[in-house]
């Protein structure tokens, strides 16, 4: 069982390396636990591909089965379980979305819950690469653990395994200071930003597929007027938006996160102009306990807060 987890890990992340750290290994422990899988079955289970690994045919058709098994040990495991007591639920966002959107509505669910004791968990990690959904929630939930816990994804929507609602889609607009915008280099249209700092930051990119000011400025008619690739770069979208409330330069932002920063004049979009990608937010959890208490009090709380949202 030990080693039919190792190989379950390492052939949903193609990394040995990143198995290792989800199960909390070595990743020398990983490599073993996975020859010696091999040695048993008789055939090889992965190839070398580079920095990473590729599955062979033999590993690909065995997997699904695999993962359908795990589910249904799960699945038993919970219904043996009762859980009726239990009130701990952790969540676990994207950064701005944790900080502009459900920070400012999280205490209302406080006093409509006051049992539940949450755990909020900002993580850049639920941000899809390109949109391309990457759920690893169930593989690292322990089923004995009295806390329940759910994600909300910026991605495209395919979870198989989990049980996924839609939050509310996205349009990515550019923003600045209200000082900045009528300073001495005022921003009228698209061109002006020539004249400004653009600033970037990793998680735009991966919504956009990579390089989110280039696409931008193509969709405002002036990729050919404005260089898309200079500025500063950010981790995050909380800092490229934080360096532009201090008239650091104009970055881009997802509506309707900002919609009360522009609301309270902190920030202001001088264009029209959106940019929207094939991503939208999603709260996600493992069918095996979407039926818990606490799982169930949040996502009709979350879902009545997103019907009010719109992009």
Known sequence: ?????????????????????????????????????????????????????????????????????????????????????????????????????????????????????????????????GALDTAVLASTMDLRSDTSGVQIHLGAGEYPGYRADLLFGVATVAVANPELVKGALPIREPADLARHTLLHDDAMDLVAHGHAWQKWLEVAGVADKVDGTRGPHFSSNILSLEAASQRLGVALALRPLIDADLKSGRLCAPFEIELKPHSAYYLICPEVIAERPAVVAFRRWLLEQAQETSP
């Not at 190792?6 to 422990?29: G, P």
């Not at 459900?102 to 968990?121: C, S």
């Open 1 to 129: 069982m030990n080693a039919l987890r190792v190989f379950e890990a390492a052939a949903r992340h193609l990394s040995f390396k990143e198995a290792a750290n989800e199960l909390s290994i070595t990743q020398a422990a990983v490599s073993h636990q996975i020859k010696s899988l091999e040695e048993y079955l008789g055939v090889q289970l992965f190839k070398r591909a580079g920095r990473g690994v590729q599955l062979t045919e033999a590993a690909r058709a065995a997997l699904p089965r695999l993962r359908e098994g795990f589910d249904a040990l799960a699945a038993a495991v919970e219904t043996i379980h009762l859980r009726a007591d239990e009130t701990d639920l952790e969540i676990t966002a994207p950064p701005v979305f944790t900080a502009r959107w459900l920070m400012p509505r999280l205490a209302d669910f406080a006093r409509r819950e006051p049992k539940i004791d949450v755990r909020v968990v900002a993580s850049s990690k639920m941000v899809d690469a």
